[in-house]
């Protein structure tokens, strides 16, 4: 399979008649999640061993007094006639104490890392730098550039001012990211300030160069940018605070050896032993266009068009129409329950009235039906008169 070709540009910032295939580490598959992961842990590697003083809280001499005297057995000071004297001592709550669990030099400080893990990391870290969204998105300012990656020729590996490097960088259009640095220099927020690192600044453009002929002095003077040989890249510079996309300005050699530093899906690579890039977990990450091809949708099962729309349950025992429905002779225990209990009332205020000596209400009797009224025949309306002919007059 053929790849892309990427264009070289010269020190007037022109593209050049030569191109150079593009390595296939820039499609090598990206996961940040691993960059994160290494980074972090690199990180770990660059502390400096801290802890504190060995007798720091015990440089007194205190001593318990025991139970039954109504104070708590902390150690307290030895002596009188000052503040100090029976105060507690020793324990991480007292006040000149010791702090609880005192941190020790011999901590576990440092992190070895999967080399498997760091060479898939350092693969995504450079892929990411050869796509325009991702570089943007980390703030580069590259809108004006033509092409990404960025790749020019070796004569920039001889430059030794700083002028020339500025002008270059001006020719190619990357000095905007530049003036990005300058505008983001301020003060650290935090104790930082006080421990030699007053100062901070974005990052720009990352340089990356086959061989050192003057290069590094040439660039090293301009703010934001950092310098790395090809065959000594380190994935804290290429994707800083563990977050792919970083700028990169590539010289023409040191493009062409990332197939032999990080080999091909078919070749190993030749300064790693047994190494071959990593295969992405898909071939097509359009899932989009997956998801509407013929064979996934022939095994899907056809959409189900019709709506169930939910019917309320309803209880019988509190709602009489069910009940009426579901058991049509509850209607008639109801009523027959109504009417034992009309009795029973009428029986027990009789019973009262005869004890106070007074004569029982008589029972109502239900009123009687009326008979539906019989409809009276519709009235025939009187037959019209035929009409007189009147004659017509001679």
């Known amino acids: 399979m053929s790849r892309p070709l990427v264009s070289v540009y010269n020190e007037k910032g022109e593209r050049t008649d030569s191109n150079v295939k593009l390595p296939a580490v820039f499609r090598a598959p990206i996961r940040p999640d691993i960059v994160s992961f290494v980074h972090f842990q690199m990180k770990k590697n660059g502390r400096q061993p801290y802890a504190v003083s060995k007798v720091a809280g015990h440089q007194t001499s205190a001593e318990s007094w025991g139970t039954g005297r109504a104070v708590a057995r902390i150690p307290r000071v030895r002596g009188g006639g000052t503040h100090r004297s029976g105060q507690g001592a020793f324990g991480n709550m007292c006040r000149g104490g010791r702090m609880f ?155 062409k050896k990332l197939d032999s530093l990080y080999g091909t899906w078919k070749a190993t690579s030749q300064a790693k032993k047994d190494y071959n890039l990593p295969c992405p977990k898909m071939t097509n990450t359009d899932l989009s266009r997956l998801l509407k091809s013929d064979e996934i949708q022939a095994a899907l099962k056809p959409v189900i068009r019709q709506t169930k729309h939910r019917v309320l349950k309803k209880n019988p025992l509190k709602n009489r129409r069910t009940m009426d429905r579901l058991n049509p002779y509850a209607k008639v225990v109801r009523k027959a329950a109504s009417s034992i209990q009309k009795n029973r009332r009428k029986a027990k205020d009789d019973a009262l009235a005869i004890k106070r000596g007074l004569k029982p209400a008589p029972a109502k009797k239900a009123p009687a039906k009326k008979a539906p009224a019989k409809k009276a025949p519709a009235k025939k309306a009187p037959a019209k008169a035929p009409a007189k002919k009147v004659a017509a007059k001679k």
């Not at 991702?134 to 590259?142: L, P, T």
């Not at 505008?183 to 160069?209: C, V």
């Not at 086959?210 to 090809?230: E, S, Y």
């Not at 977050?243 to 040191?254: K, L, M």
């Open 101 to 255: 669990a005192p941190t020790k030099t011999w901590r576990k400080w440092h992190k070895r890392i999967n080399i498997n893990q760091k060479r898939y990391a350092m693969c995504s870290a450079i892929a990411a730098s050869g796509i325009p969204a991702i570089v943007m998105s980390k703030g580069h300012k590259i809108e004006e550039l033509n092409e990404i990656p960025l790749v020019v020729n070796d004569s920039v590996q001889e430059y030794k001012k700083t002028k020339n490097a500025v002008t270059l960088l001006k020719r190619l259009r990357a000095w905007k990211d530049i003036l990005k640095v300058y505008s983001t220099k301020r003060f650290r927020a935090g104790k930082g300030k006080m421990r030699n690192r007053r100062r901070i600044q974005k990052r720009g453009p990352l340089i990356i160069y086959g061989q050192d002929n003057g290069i590094t002095k040439a660039f090293r003077n301009i703010p934001g940018i950092t310098l790395l040989n090809v065959s000594q890249l380190n994935l804290i510079k290429l994707a800083p605070g563990g977050h792919v996309g970083r700028f990169c300005i590539w010289t023409e050699s040191a493009f």
